[in-house]
C-alpha cells in the first residue's frame, strides 16, 4: 500500500519550453501532496506544498509563476515548470500523504523524475 | 529553528559489518515525528520508519533497529549484518507542522 507514481521519469527539452511531471497516489486518496527538488549529491527542497482543491503554498524563494502546481484530484498533483532553463535541471520528487490517522504525517515518496534542460 | 543534522557524509563498510547512521535534530516543540528514508541509486524514496516524540521504545524491524533519546535528540538508525542491497543514501527528517526537515543524508556504501 501507499504506492506513489510519478511520470515522466526522465525528461529532456530544449530551453524555453514547458515541462509537466505528473504524480500520483495509486492505492490511495491523498489530500496533501508535495513537491521537492533535489540536486546531485544534495538534500532534498521542498518547494511546495499542494492541497487538492486549493491553491498550492509555496516555499520562500520558489517562483510561483515558473513551478505551476495543481491538484485537481485526491490523486493528482501536477508540477509544470514554465519556460525551462539550464537551471532547472534536476531531481523532482512528489510525496502524498495517505490520510489514515495512523500514519497522518508519514509521507511517501514517488520515484522522481529527472529534468535536463538543454 | 528546526535541524536535522547526520554528520557522516559518507560511510563504507564491508558485507556483514554493522553500521550506525547518527541523526541529531533541534526543534522546540514537544510534539514532533522523526523519520527514516532511504534513497537507494534509482533515486526513490523508501520509507523505513516513523517514531513521534512521545514514544522513545527503540523498534527493531528485521536487521534494521533504531534508537530514539530524546535527552540527546538523536534517531540513530542501525543496521545490523550490512548488505551490499543496503547501499544506498540514508536521510533523517523531522515533522512538526507537516513539512518535513531533511538532514544532508548519509551515504552508505556496503562492498562484498
Known amino acids: 500500500g501507499a504506492v506513489v507514481s510519478q511520470h515522466p521519469s526522465r525528461v529532456i527539452c530544449k530551453s524555453g519550453t514547458s515541462v509537466k511531471i505528473e504524480c500520483r497516489s495509486l492505492d490511495f486518496q491523498a489530500t496533501t501532496m508535495f513537491w521537492y527538488r533535489q540536486f546531485p549529491k544534495q538534500s532534498l527542497m521542498l518547494m511546495a506544498t499542494?492541497?487538492?482543491?486549493?491553491?498550492?503554498?509555496?516555499e520562500q524563494g520558489v517562483e510561483k509563476d515558473k513551478f505551476l502546481i495543481n491538484h485537481a484530484s485526491l490523486t493528482l498533483s501536477t508540477l509544470t515548470v514554465t519556460s525551462a532553463h539550464p537551471e532547472d535541471s534536476s531531481f523532482y520528487i512528489c510525496?502524498?500523504?495517505?490520510?489514515?490517522?495512523?500514519?497522518?504525517?508519514?509521507?511517501?515518496f514517488g520515484p522522481g523524475t529527472r529534468l535536463t534542460v538543454l | 529553528a528546526q535541524k536535522v543534522t547526520q554528520a557522516q557524509t559518507e560511510i563504507s563498510v564491508v558485507e556483514k559489518e554493522d553500521v550506525t547512521l547518527d541523526c541529531v535534530y533541534e526543534?522546540?516543540?514537544?510534539?514532533?515525528?522523526l523519520f527514516w528514508y532511504k534513497q537507494p541509486p534509482s533515486g526513490e524514496l523508501v520509507f523505513l520508519i516513523r517514531r513521534n516524540s512521545f514514544d522513545e521504545q527503540n523498534e527493531i524491524s528485521g536487521r534494521y533497529s533504531w534508537n530514539f533519546q530524546k535527552s540527546t535528540s538523536s534517531f540513530n538508525f542501525t543496521i545490523t549484518a550490512s548488505q551490499v542491497v543496503d547501499s544506498a543514501v540514508y536521510f533523517c527528517?523531522?515533522?512538526?507542522?507537516?513539512?518535513?526537515?531533511f538532514g544532508t543524508g548519509t551515504r552508505l556504501q556496503v562492498f562484498p
Open positions: 510525496s502524498a500523504q495517505t490520510g489514515d490517522p495512523s500514519s497522518t504525517d508519514t509521507q511517501y
Open positions: 527528517a523531522l515533522d512538526n507542522t507537516d513539512k518535513l526537515i
Open positions: 526543534t522546540r516543540d514537544t510534539t514532533y515525528y
Open positions: 499542494s492541497n487538492e482543491g486549493s491553491k498550492a503554498t509555496y
